[in-house]
């Protein structure tokens, strides 16, 4: 293979592929919640990210565009975790309807060229991100401008994918995305499935993973959203059909403050779901797909070598 490798910006500078290390591909660190809990939102953010770090976690990506840039290099430099910021946008608002391909493409171009929310932290991936189908004319501009910067800025495209990630994929083929570096959340969430069985999804899932792109699984121990055996046969079917370089684990750490106390996003609705934080990913959840019958050389590339691949770029 030709060229260098690219490095990777993370709030704190820039990392090589190779220091990854121990990877969680789709989390947040979420602080700008009202003045009033950032203290709080910060001290659970780096204890936590310390106890998963404890555990091995060494480089997370934070996907929520617009979380909180400056509190987040407060965050890596307390903890020492690499910490990738991303550019892009989640679902779309009622305002932001009307925009067009050039509109998303002004934004994140400002953030790459310029520094995120006024700092010099240039992101390292980019969000996008569609409601339910069918995908919506705003969302597929956003697609399409998220194609163009990728091809342009040589970024992974992290897309937030609860229904229709075969569909979000087209449009991103179409614009000319590198699809090796496209990587899909939440497909696992059974209400994303239109009425498929776990059969056919896992048969809708491989035409996504043939075509070079990730799936990025977050359901562990959120038993609600998938069935840990519908979980496991997806991982183990994708497994025995030869994607296990196509899959990744995270946990997508989401809070929020609700009668002043902090929440986990799904806390209250999962047996131990207080314990849904960074470390879960290590502690219980690599150790579930293992007790599943997933070996450990699976699940190592699903934390290590996969995330490494997919912020692997070199230049021309
Ligand atoms: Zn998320």
Same mark, same amino acid.
Not at 52 to 77: M, N
Not at 129 to 156: D, G, V
């Given at each position: ?24 591909? *789709? ?30 976690? *060494? ?29 892009? &946008? ?49 969302? $597929?501009?956003? &697609? ?9 800025? !040589? ?35 059974? &209400? ?26 977050? %359901?562990?121990? %959120?038993?609600? !959203? ?13 497994? $025995? ?34 314990? $849904? ?28 070598? %996969? ?5 692997? *770029? $070199?230049?021309?």
């Amino acid at each position: 293979m030709s060229g260098t490798i690219r490095p990777i910006p993370t709030a704190t500078g820039e990392i090589l592929p190779d220091a990854m290390g121990i990877t969680s591909l *789709h989390e947040h660190i979420a602080l700008r919640q009202g003045d009033v809990h950032w203290d709080e939102s910060m001290a659970y953010a780096i204890t936590e990210l310390k106890r998963a770090k404890d555990l091995g976690l *060494h480089t997370i990506a934070d996907v929520g565009p617009p979380d909180d840039v400056a509190g987040i290099r407060e965050v890596a430099r307390a903890t020492g975790i690499n910490i990738i910021c991303c550019t892009g &946008f989640y679902l779309l608002q009622r305002s932001q309807l009307g925009m067009k391909a050039a509109d998303f493409q002004d934004k994140m171009l400002k953030d790459i060229e310029h520094g995120l929310q006024g700092t010099d932290v240039r992101p390292g991936v980019i969000k996008t991100a569609s409601t339910r189908m069918p995908i919506r004319p705003a969302e $597929r501009e956003l &697609f399409i401008a998220a194609a163009r910067i990728q091809q342009r800025y !040589h970024l992974p495209i992290c897309i937030h994918s609860v229904s229709g990630c075969a569909e979000q994929q087209s449009i991103l083929e179409e614009a000319g995305a590198d699809l090796n570096h496209c990587y899909f959340s939440h497909i696992e969430a059974t &209400f994303g499935w239109a009425g498929r069985t776990v059969e056919q999804e896992v048969d809708y899932l491989e035409g996504v993973v043939a075509k070079g792109s990730t799936l990025s699984f977050n %359901n562990f121990g %959120n038993w609600n !959203h998938t069935k840990p055996e519908d979980l496991a046969r997806i991982i183990h079917e994708l497994t $025995r059909r030869g994607y296990a370089d196509r899959m990744v684990a995270t946990m997508d750490v989401t809070w929020s403050f609700e009668h002043g106390k902090l929440k986990l996003l799904w806390e209250d609705t999962n047996v131990n779901g207080k314990d $849904r934080t960074y470390a879960y990913l290590l502690d219980t959840a690599v150790p579930w797909m293992q007790a599943n019958g997933i070996p450990k050389a699976v699940t190592d590339q699903f934390i290590i070598d %996969n995330p490494r691949r997919i912020f692997t *770029h $070199r230049t021309a």
